[in-house]
């Protein structure tokens, strides 16, 4: 949304702070002073009511300076000028910690022509805050709560703030953090589902996934997420979408991490925006290649819902769609009557068991 009056037009949240943040090394909110007589939201009606539409999903832009917000301008939001997609999620770690960035970052993302709705991640906290409770100031300065959600269509999306900050630690630096939702998001969670109708799909979007496969450490993993299950058990239509990895990984949550509803539940951890880091070769846009983890190209998701059904394809960056797979051995060509004993290494790139 551009322009200062379509931002206060469409704002939909009002953050409390009668005294304003505490002194921080980048600047968090204002003083709001006493709480107003009422706090009022328009409600304001889609030009196009529709079940079926398209969400650009972004993980881990991570910019750590200018030039790397020129990454993420050329690599990927200019090949989402005029997108189709009602509107984007960002899953955290918009920044890589210089938090001065967002503006820019804000202005370059604009460009795409849809609005974006943002989680916070690891690396979008007030380091210098003395534990959780003021540690995403500069976050809410720039993006509102740092947990709410809104639907579309017969999609319910609950946006989490699921990092945990624990506070100035010498050995763990900015590392002293942890998945983590705690009792007071957890309630406003049950407070709001009260209210969802139990034939929509439920998306929860967050930046640390609630389960890991490869690794079981609490900055990996959200440690409460049995009290999430619990709330969701008896919910027919479920997904979840993490970031945090910088690799894909496909899953379906069952009860050997805890979850014991019948219904499936899936969650996607989404490749990063910004790869392993904006780091490895660069092309001839003197862009690194910037490969992720997994050795899959950076990139972004797109989720197509279609009532309370989705589909979801992953858009590697600067590459056609259909480039979803790489060969990296057998390198070169070999003949037809030589396969025999030769092992073909294939990374596809959003798969799953069923690939």
């Known amino acids: 949304l551009v322009g200062s009056e379509m931002c206060i037009r469409d704002r939909f949240y009002y953050v409390h702070r009668p005294e304003g943040s505490p002194e921080l090394k980048h600047e968090g909110l204002m003083p709001t002073g006493p709480l107003p007589e009422s706090v009022d939201f328009p409600l304001l009606k889609p030009d196009k009511k529709t079940d079926k539409f398209d969400v650009v999903v972004f993980s881990d832009p991570q910019p750590r300076s200018n030039r790397e917000l020129d990454y993420i301008r050329d690599d990927v939001v200019s090949e989402l000028v005029g997108t189709d997609a ?153 997904l979840a979408v993490a970031g945090h990895m910088h690799l894909i990984e496909q899953c379906d949550l069952d009860g050997t991490v805890g979850w014991m509803g019948d219904q499936r539940f899936q969650q996607v951890t989404c490749g990063a925006v910004s790869g392993s880091w904006w780091s490895g070769p660069r092309d001839e846009r003197a862009i690194p290649s910037t490969d992720q983890r997994d050795g899959v190209p950076n990139g972004y998701h797109i989720f197509s819902f279609n009532g309370n059904r989705y589909t979801q394809r992953f858009k590697p960056a600067d590459f056609d769609d259909d480039y979803q797979i790489r060969i990296s051995s057998p390198a070169g060509k070999f003949k037809l009557s030589s396969e025999d004993g030769i092992d073909v290494v294939a990374n596809v790139f959003n798969g799953n068991e069923q690939s």
């Open 86 to 238: 009602a509107f984007g999620i960002t899953l955290g770690d918009i920044m890589y910690n210089d938090l001065s960035l967002y503006d820019r970052y804000n202005e370059i993302v604009s460009a795409a022509g849809i609005p974006f709705y943002n989680v916070p991640g690891n690396h979008d906290m007030n380091f210098d805050a003395e534990d959780d409770r003021f540690a995403l100031e500069t976050f809410r300065r720039h993006f509102g709560p740092s947990y709410y959600a809104f639907e579309y269509g017969k999609v319910s999306f609950i946006v989490l703030d699921d990092v945990e900050w624990m506070g100035e630690d010498e050995e763990k630096g900015t590392g002293n953090y942890r998945g983590k939702l705690g009792n007071r998001q957890t309630a406003w969670i049950e407070n709001y589902l009260e209210h969802v109708s139990s034939d929509r799909l439920i998306v929860l979007t967050m930046h640390i996934p609630l389960y890991n496969q490869g690794d079981p450490a609490e900055d990996v993993n959200v440690i409460d997420r049995d009290d999430l299950f619990d709330l969701l058990k008896d919910r027919k239509h479920l």
